[in-house]
């Protein structure tokens, strides 16, 4: 019977030996979890029945085929994030940084490198995506065969193995990116792991995760689900805790993400609120065909401006293909509507498809020359196909009546080195007051009158074509927006085994971390 099967049982029956189980199967991973990362035995004994108080409590529902050693491993890792951030842990830290850090207590009598491998490895897993740690968790720490993988994850055993073969790699380049320095344990652990082979690399997983938890915690976690001795204080708070950080950590994805007031099409920076109240402003204008009678053009306009307003909405909750969907309705109710095929175009820019994208804009201009979105729409395009000319032409057009496209233009003259003309497109988007309270703003200006612009400044505004995960990233983004970190979860997971160093992808990876409340690993991903 497999992992799920078990907690089925108990969260409908509440199966004693169901939840022994699990428990004998599964404590050794999470005490060795909380015993690396707290360095205390008593603490980590706690820690422990505090995963398995959640679990008992909260039991998770299977979603799609991901494992159960991924949901205890990363509920661990949250466990402890918690308790160090206590002034009890902090003291208690302090007082063992002078001992030894090799430990000698039951199942971790390893030596100091070994220690330092084990910890590197605790940050590495985490940082992968959750396939990829369901995929190692299952090999290595369950000792499942490749194929046994690829049944418990819904795929081949040429798809597990493949995916077993990447996750391996990974780990190995997540531990290798070690907080040391090229000296002292940083060098040492790439010595040790630099010149592994992936079985070894296995082999030494295996070692780490496999320690198997104190019979006296086995039998403290039993106890749990018979009613039996009760968790101890420090379980019941952290394990309170937990559950409070994870539920501040939805609201504050709907809060942090619903605030982001920039988006990055292709690696260039595009004010969304601004596009969309400038854009949608324009469709109280709709052009109509000279051949329409009078009476069924206003009834088409009224149609076609609800559509229009419709495809706005679901283009702000970044749920682009349906925005393209509904402004493509009105066109086909009135298609001589630029302010539709305007619309269009930036759902387009955003799905990405900037050919498309393209036609949409060019469309927009033959019946609204003047369109000031459309025209800084075509020259966000060129941008990225680094057209730098036609950019500068389209933008200046544009920023006579769109403020994003002045925007546009201020990032164009930065990237030139043209300070003087940076500075005075980036004062017309300040006296414009649409876009005053871009937070991006601020630093454009600061690099405009240093003369200066730093590379983390340049790497946020830098345009490039779209990749080949963009997509992926925008699905992300929006289902995380929408308040569904599983879909986002997905998203990312498939952008990540597609391009595991793409920034915007380790970007949108940290913030899926980060809202989940585990900040060790989304600092790593942001780095």
């Excluded at 708070?237 to 609201?251: G, I």
Aim: hydrophobic share 45%; proline share 5%.
């Amino acid at each position: 019977m497999d992992d799920w099967e078990l907690l089925e049982q108990y969260r409908s029956g509440r199966s004693q030996r169901a939840f022994a189980e699990l428990v004998e199967r599964h404590s050794g991973l999470v005490y060795g979890v909380c015993r690396r990362r707290a360095r205390d035995a008593h603490l980590a004994e706690d820690l422990t029945q505090a995963v398995f108080l959640l679990l008992a409590r909260r039991p998770p529902r299977r979603r799609g085929n991901a494992a159960l050693p991924g949901w205890l491993y990363q509920t661990a890792v949250y466990a402890c994030m918690n308790a160090t951030r206590a002034q009890r842990i902090r003291e208690r830290h302090e007082q063992q940084a002078a001992e030894q850090r090799a430990l000698v207590e039951t199942g971790f009598d390893v030596a100091p490198l070994d220690l330092e491998l084990a910890e590197e490895m605790d940050r590495a897993l985490s940082s992968l995506p959750s396939s990829d740690r369901d995929a190692l968790l299952l090999r290595y720490y369950q000792g499942m065969t490749v194929g046994a993988v690829g049944r418990a994850l819904g795929v081949t055993e040429d798809t597990a193995a493949k995916r077993l073969s990447r996750a391996v790699e990974r780990l190995r380049r997540a531990v290798l990116r070690t907080r040391g320095d090229a000296v002292g344990s940083g060098a040492r652990l790439h010595a040790a792991v630099a010149p592994l082979s992936a079985a070894a690399l296995g082999e030494l997983f295996t070692r780490v995760t496999q320690s198997p938890a104190p019979s006296a915690v086995q039998a403290q976690l039993a106890a749990l689900a018979s009613g039996g001795a009760g968790p101890s204080l420090v379980a019941e708070q952290v394990c309170d805790a937990v559950v409070s950080m994870l539920k501040f950590a939805q609201l504050k994805l709907l809060a942090t993400v619903g605030a982001v007031a920039l988006l990055v099409v292709g690696g260039g920076v595009v004010l969304t609120g601004a596009i969309a109240r400038h854009s949608r402003a324009a469709s109280v204008n709709l052009a109509t065909t000279p051949s329409q009678p009078a009476a069924a053009a206003s009834d088409a306009e009224r149609r076609a401006a609800a559509l229009i307003d419709e495809g706005w909405a679901l283009w702000q909750r970044q749920e682009f293909q349906p925005a393209a969907d509904k402004f493509q309705q009105a066109i086909d109710v009135l298609p001589g509507a630029g302010a539709a095929w305007n619309g269009l175009g930036w759902a387009y820019l955003h799905l990405p498809d900037h050919e498309r994208a393209r036609r949409a804009f060019e469309r927009c201009l033959e019946l609204q020359p003047n369109q000031g979105a459309a025209l800084n729409g075509l020259g966000q395009i060129a941008l990225a196909r680094g057209e730098m000319e036609e950019a500068e032409r389209l933008l200046r057009k544009g920023a006579e009546t769109a403020p994003a496209a002045a925007h546009g233009l201020a990032r164009l003259y930065l990237l030139q080195g043209k300070w003087d003309e940076a500075r005075r497109y980036i004062e017309q988007v300040r006296a414009s007051s649409k876009l005053s309270d871009d937070p991006m703003l601020k630093r454009m200006e600061d690099a405009a009158v240093a003369r200066r612009l730093d590379d983390e400044l340049r790497a946020l505004i830098q345009p490039r074509p779209p990749g080949p995960v963009d997509a992926l990233v925008r699905q992300g983004w929006a289902a995380m927006q929408q308040g569904r970190p599983g879909e986002a979860q997905e998203a990312f997971d498939q952008a990540m085994a597609a391009a595991p160093d793409d920034p915007d992808v380790l970007n949108g990876v940290g913030w899926l971390r980060l809202n989940a409340g585990a900040a060790d690993e989304a600092a790593e991903l942001f780095e």
